[in-house]
Nanobody, 119 residues
């Protein structure tokens, strides 16, 4: 099992910045993907950014050049913190952001954190 705990988020004006963090604990060595998704009201949950199994990154076209995903590996293999640095925020970035991890057999989600960008 893997546990995810998010922090960050909030409200900001367009053009501003926010940073999201997600602490992973448990059997994180089993994870192939670690990343962030978001879901706006009335829309499906979409990928924002993620680390792939080969340590490469994938970004949604809409956030390329504005968002940066990074991670800090803890001193033990059971701890990792994932970050999402969001700059030049736009009103259309408003959504609930979810931390995500996927192994070969399971998918794990954080509880979600609200990001609201006012025009």
């Amino acid at each position: 099992q893997v546990q995810l705990a998010e922090s960050g988020g909030g409200s900001v004006q367009a053009g501003g910045s926010l940073r999201l963090s997600c602490s992973f604990s448990g059997n994180i060595v089993s994870l192939i993907y670690m990343g962030w998704y978001r879901q706006a009201p009335g829309r499906q949950r979409d990928l924002v950014a993620r680390f792939n199994g080969d340590r490469s990154t994938t970004y949604a076209d809409s956030v390329k050049g504005r968002f940066t995903i990074s991670r800090d590996m803890g001193e033990t293999t059971g701890e990792t913190t994932l970050h999402l640095e969001m700059n030049s925020l736009k009103a259309e970035d408003t959504a609930v952001y979810y931390c995500h991890g996927r192994s070969r057999s399971f998918t794990f989600w954080g509880q979600g954190t609200q990001v609201t960008v006012s025009a």
